[in-house]
């Protein structure tokens, strides 16, 4: 039979009612030095030609008069698109902290209310520098609250925001950035800027025009422009201060108005990492990303003054979603990177961290390194109680029926056997048995052990992990010390949530799941060649529809085609995965969606077995000795696989520093075997018979990892070639 899954909430609609206006609150932070109380007198020079106002004193100003908005609506309504947030968290929060960014110069802190003012000011500036309703705006920056008040302004002038990181290579940014049709451009800082004009000039010199000649204005979120960049330029280049003071007189004036902004109507286009060739860009409207504000509820539960660390780069749709949602909810979001990361988890410990997989996986890798400098005895302690904690979890699962590992009909139920039925009762007693031999270890390992770790962690309620798949040593590993994990999955396609583990209700977050549809989508499984579905508990492609589904490729009709070749708006999303069946004797996984890899990822070796790579992947990365896998064996008799050792492991290891390079690949070989072998689904053909060990880091600026740190292997081949031809004849054909 065919299965459909879907959530059985209703999604929450639009509705009329009057926004209250905002009368504008003091611009001033909280705590001011006195660096941040010149930055706040503007004294606005002339750029690039363009006549600019005397010196003014924004704090002397007096107030602009409240802004009264088109789209009338309450604030204690759902809002339908994004530029309602600001107001109505300003009239519900007002003086609750809403962001802290301790890295930046001055340390700036802004209030609900003083963020809705600055987004208003900002609008009001842009407007002044020509920015009009449809326009697209180039913004290519890292994390920062100028970051969220730049995204804040031009959505509510009406425009749609063109997202990159400032990191990302200059032609690839040029590329966006004409591809786009942007009219505006804003970068972090002077150098990011200095990178693209380089760029340009190669592209003048070599007569194929400039990329960025379309640009009206630019603004650095950062620092000062320097008067070259304005002459290179041709257009005004301001600094994010001088656009704010323009932005206040603009509103004194009464000459700033929010545009009546609908949410069918394009909030950004997020270009996708292209493996190869150009990125495409992803239209998301308003309604894609309102909808998951409105529904992540659903998922975690947020309250007004809880504190979240923001970490992911913001053009990461992963981490814009979460953010707009817990800035909603009035949450305080602090802003923090990967290098302070561990300072910042005790400096401002968060009740949520939302992250990807390999910050989990740091983590736990530094509590291993951390045993491994304690004595013997201490290390020998902790080690096997974290061991036998991982076992009571695995045990716990099984016996509360909520391992995916038994969310299947035994083998011979189908035919009527009672012999399966009994061996999966069989099972499940075992491991309630053991769950309860082990629970008196569990109760002091949490005592002696847990409590330490989850200090030194800092995340007081939970972890929302996605942007890649969560191995399952890590969901025992975080189980175990009492950290709730929520992993999600979704796509950039997807706005992007499609699926997540819950904690709001017990036994919603499976581990080994991507939990259910958030409400509104629905997910089918169906047979990657013939699109027809599948039954439950049957692997295939995994299709979604819903109100998070993007609008298309910006530009790409034939890439557009691709992905909902399956009609009637159901989009391809790539991946691989089964959903548990309803009506398993002594399970409870029903309706929950297993991930079993990427489609395009498949190993079909030439005895015609098909491998998914990722659940060995996964498996292998438990090892203390390995940072990343990459399987290989496309028409080969047998596996191999690139390993990269963990470097900062092996250093910090005599031992091991000391190996050859021929006994160095013998150890990593036999950790491949042995945590390959005891997966759970392990089959003799997953045997990885021949490793080749790569010492040349991966990286994000060389392509070979993506943003969110996962390996791209179409970028690995081509990279690390010689290594990856050497293992492939080392394969039996």
């Given at each position: 039979?065919?299965?459909?899954?879907?959530?059985?909430?209703?999604?929450?609609?639009?509705?009329?009612?009057?926004?209250?206006?905002?009368?504008?609150?003091?611009?001033?932070?909280?705590?001011?030095?006195?660096?941040?109380?010149?930055?706040?007198?503007?004294?606005?020079?002339?750029?690039?030609?363009?006549?600019?106002?005397?010196?003014?004193?924004?704090?002397?100003?007096?107030?602009?008069?409240?802004?009264?908005?088109?789209?009338?609506?309450?604030?204690?309504?759902?809002?339908?698109?994004?530029?309602?947030?600001?107001?109505?968290?300003?009239?519900?929060?007002?003086?609750?902290?809403?962001?802290?960014?301790?890295?930046?110069?001055?340390?700036?802190?802004?209030?609900?209310?003083?963020?809705?003012?600055?987004?208003?000011?900002?609008?009001?500036?842009?407007?002044?520098?020509?920015?009009?309703?449809?326009?697209?705006?180039?913004?290519?920056?890292?994390?920062?609250?100028?970051?969220?008040?730049?995204?804040?302004?031009?959505?509510?002038?009406?425009?749609?925001?063109?997202?990159?990181?400032?990191?990302?290579?200059?032609?690839?940014?040029?590329?966006?950035?004409?591809?786009?049709?942007?009219?505006?451009?804003?970068?972090?800082?002077?150098?990011?800027?200095?990178?693209?004009?380089?760029?340009?000039?190669?592209?003048?010199?070599?007569?194929?025009?400039?990329?960025?000649?379309?640009?009206?204005?630019?603004?650095?979120?950062?620092?000062?422009?320097?008067?070259?960049?304005?002459?290179?330029?041709?257009?005004?280049?301001?600094?994010?201060?001088?656009?704010?003071?323009?932005?206040?007189?603009?509103?004194?004036?009464?000459?700033?108005?929010?545009?009546?902004?609908?949410?069918?109507?394009?909030?950004?286009?997020?270009?996708?990492?292209?493996?190869?060739?150009?990125?495409?860009?992803?239209?998301?409207?308003?309604?894609?990303?309102?909808?998951?504000?409105?529904?992540?509820?659903?998922?975690?539960?947020?309250?007004?003054?809880?504190?979240?660390?923001?970490?992911?780069?913001?053009?990461?749709?992963?981490?814009?979603?979460?953010?707009?949602?817990?800035?909603?909810e009035g949450a305080q979001q602090t802003y923090t990177n990967v290098r302070r990361l561990r300072d910042d988890l005790t400096a401002f410990p968060p009740d949520h961290l939302v992250c990807v997989p390999l910050v989990?996986?740091?983590?736990?890798?530094?509590?291993?390194?951390?045993?491994?400098?304690?004595?013997?005895?201490?290390?020998?302690?902790?080690?096997?109680?974290?061991?036998?904690?991982?076992?009571?979890?695995?045990?716990?699962?099984?016996?509360?029926?909520?391992?995916?590992?038994?969310?299947?009909?035994?083998?011979?139920?189908?035919?009527?056997?009672?012999?399966?039925?009994?061996?999966?009762?069989?099972?499940?007693?075992?491991?309630?048995?053991?769950?309860?031999?082990?629970?008196?270890?569990?109760?002091?390992?949490?005592?002696?052990?847990?409590?330490?770790?989850?200090?030194?962690?800092?995340?007081?309620?939970?972890?929302?992990?996605?942007?890649?798949?969560?191995?399952?040593?890590?969901?025992?590993?975080?189980?175990?010390?009492?950290?709730?994990?929520?992993?999600?999955?979704?796509?950039?396609?997807?706005?992007?949530?499609?699926?997540?583990?819950?904690?709001?209700?017990?036994?919603?977050?499976?581990?080994?799941?991507?939990?259910?549809?958030?409400?509104?989508?629905?997910?089918?499984?169906?047979?990657?060649?013939?699109?027809?579905?599948?039954?439950?508990?049957?692997?295939?492609?995994?299709l979604a529809r819903g109100p998070g589904v993007m609008q298309g490729y910006f530009r790409d009709p034939e890439a557009t085609a691709k992905v909902f070749r399956a009609g009637d708006g159901w989009f391809d999303t790539?991946?691989?995965?089964?959903?548990?069946?309803?009506?398993?004797?002594?399970?409870?996984?029903?309706?929950?969606?297993?991930?079993?890899?990427?489609?395009?990822?498949?190993?079909?070796?030439?005895?015609?077995?098909?491998?998914?790579?990722?659940?060995?992947?996964?498996?292998?990365?438990?090892?203390?000795?390995?940072?990343?896998?990459?399987?290989?064996?496309?028409?080969?008799?047998?596996?191999?696989?690139?390993?990269?050792?963990?470097?900062?492991?092996?250093?910090?290891?005599?031992?091991?520093?000391?190996?050859?390079?021929?006994?160095?690949?013998?150890?990593?070989?036999?950790?491949?075997?042995?945590?390959?072998?005891?997966?759970?689904?392990?089959?003799?053909?997953?045997?990885?018979?021949?490793?080749?060990?790569?010492?040349?880091?991966?990286?994000?600026?060389?392509?070979?990892?993506?943003?969110?740190?996962?390996?791209?292997?179409?970028?690995?081949?081509?990279?690390h070639r010689a290594v990856a031809d050497h293992l492939l004849h080392r394969l039996r054909g």
């Open positions: 039979m065919q299965h459909t899954l879907k959530s059985g909430h209703a999604v929450g609609g639009a509705s009329g009612g009057e926004r209250r206006s905002q009368q504008r609150p003091p611009l001033g932070l909280r705590t001011r030095t006195p660096l941040q109380q010149q930055q706040q007198r503007f004294v606005i020079t002339r750029v690039a030609q363009i006549e600019r106002p005397a010196v003014v004193d924004v704090e002397s100003l007096p107030r602009p008069a409240p802004v009264t908005v088109e789209r009338p609506r309450a604030v204690d309504q759902e809002i339908s698109t994004l530029c309602e947030i600001w107001p109505r968290n300003a009239a519900r929060f007002g003086n609750l902290t809403a962001i802290k960014d301790p890295h930046q110069e001055g340390s700036p802190e802004l209030t609900f209310s003083q963020l809705n003012a600055a987004i208003n000011d900002f609008a009001a500036g842009l407007q002044g520098l020509g920015l009009q309703q449809y326009d697209k705006v180039a913004l290519f920056s890292e994390n920062s609250c100028h970051w969220l008040v730049a995204d804040g302004a031009i959505l509510t002038c009406g425009g749609a925001d063109v997202v990159r990181g400032a990191t990302a290579p200059p032609e690839e940014l040029l590329y966006i950035a004409q591809h786009s049709g942007s009219t505006g451009m804003v970068v972090q800082d002077a150098a990011t800027l200095d990178r693209l004009l380089a760029a340009v000039a190669l592209h003048v010199e070599h007569h194929e025009g400039n990329p960025l000649e379309a640009m009206r204005f630019v603004v650095l979120l950062w620092g000062e422009p320097t008067p070259a960049q304005a002459a290179a330029l041709g257009c005004p280049v301001l600094p994010y201060a001088e656009v704010l003071g323009r932005g206040v007189q603009r509103r004194l004036a009464g000459g700033f108005r929010p545009a009546d902004v609908r949410p069918q109507d394009l909030a950004t286009l997020v270009y996708t990492s292209g493996t190869t060739g150009h990125p495409k860009g992803v239209q998301l409207t308003h309604d894609n990303l309102a909808y998951q504000v409105r529904n992540l509820s659903s998922v975690i539960n947020i309250t007004p003054g809880d504190q979240v660390l923001s970490l992911l780069p913001p053009w990461h749709i992963y981490e814009r979603t979460c953010s707009y949602y817990v800035l909603h989990l996986d740091t983590l736990h890798s530094r509590v291993r390194q951390k045993l491994a400098t304690a004595s013997a005895a201490r290390a020998a302690i902790a080690t096997a109680l974290l061991a036998a904690g991982a076992a009571y979890v695995r045990a716990r699962r099984v016996a509360e029926g909520l391992s995916v590992q038994h969310a299947l009909p035994a083998k011979g139920a189908e035919a009527g056997g009672m012999a399966a039925y009994v061996r999966r009762w069989v099972d499940v007693v075992s491991a309630a048995l053991l769950s309860a031999v082990l629970a008196p270890l569990q109760a002091l390992a949490s005592k002696l052990v847990y409590s330490k770790i989850r200090e030194a962690l800092g995340v007081r309620k939970t972890v929302i992990s996605g942007g890649g798949s969560l191995a399952a040593h890590l969901d025992d590993f975080f189980e175990a010390i009492g950290v709730p994990v929520l992993n999600g999955w979704g796509l950039t396609e997807t706005s992007p949530v499609l699926a997540c583990r819950r904690s709001i209700v017990p036994g919603q977050n499976i581990r080994g799941s991507v939990g259910i549809p958030v409400p509104g989508t629905q997910v089918r499984v169906v047979d990657p060649e013939t699109l027809a579905p599948l039954p439950a508990g049957r692997q295939g492609l995994v790539g991946d691989l995965g089964w959903v548990a069946p309803s009506g398993v004797p002594l399970s409870r996984c029903g309706g929950h969606l297993v991930l079993s890899g990427r489609a395009k990822d498949t190993i079909v070796l030439s005895s015609g077995k098909n491998v998914e790579p990722q659940p060995i992947e996964d498996a292998v990365a438990a090892s203390t000795l390995i940072k990343y896998v990459v399987l290989l064996g496309q028409d080969k008799r047998e596996l191999g696989a690139l390993v990269w050792p963990d470097e900062d492991a092996l250093a910090a290891s005599p031992e091991l520093s000391a190996l050859s390079p021929h006994d160095l690949e013998d150890r990593l070989t036999a950790e491949v075997t042995r945590l390959n072998g005891a997966r759970p689904d392990y089959h003799p053909f997953d045997h990885v018979a021949h490793i080749g060990v790569v010492r040349t880091p991966l990286s994000v600026d060389d392509g070979t990892l993506t943003r969110t740190m996962k390996p791209r292997r179409p970028e690995i081949m081509k990279v």
